[in-house]
Nanobody
Framework: QVQLVESGGGLVQAGGSLRLSCAVS????????MGWFRRVPGEERDFVAA????????DYRTSVKDRFTISRDISKNVVYLQMNTLKPEDTAVYYC?????????????????WGQGTQVTVSS
């Protein structure tokens, strides 16, 4: 059974940084992708970033491209999202997700396993 466990959310002032972690178990990592999505109340999950597990190719939504970095530690089976220069509009519940694909996917329905989510709140 695939399990994803996120950690690292919290409250931070605008301009600050947070690092989210997602520990992955139970998944065969060849031809898989890991993604981070976020959701605010009343809206659907939005793509934030994704990375291919095998070769580390990454993709970002435009609004975070120069501020966030997604990475993976193969030895620990952990995916990270380093978030710098945070803005109030980054406030959301952040979800880690895993999908069976060799290529980056941006749509949430391409991911079949999800973590429980972690709250990120950025105060102005």
């Amino acid at each position: 059974q695939v399990q994803l466990v996120e950690s690292g959310g919290g409250l931070v002032q605008a301009g600050g940084s947070l690092r989210l972690s997602c520990a992955v178990s139970g998944r065969t990592f060849s031809n898989s992708i890991m993604g981070w999505f976020r959701r605010v109340p009343g809206e659907e999950r939005d793509f934030v970033a994704a990375i291919t597990w095998s070769d580390g190719i990454a993709d970002y939504r435009t609004s975070v491209k120069d501020r966030f970095t997604i990475s993976r530690d193969i030895s620990k089976n952990v995916v990270y999202l380093q978030m710098n220069t945070l803005k109030p509009e980054d406030t959301a519940v952040y979800y880690c997700a895993s999908g069976a694909s060799a290529r980056i996917k941006r749509n949430f329905y391409d991911y079949d396993y999800w973590g429980q989510g972690t709250q990120v709140t950025v105060s102005s």
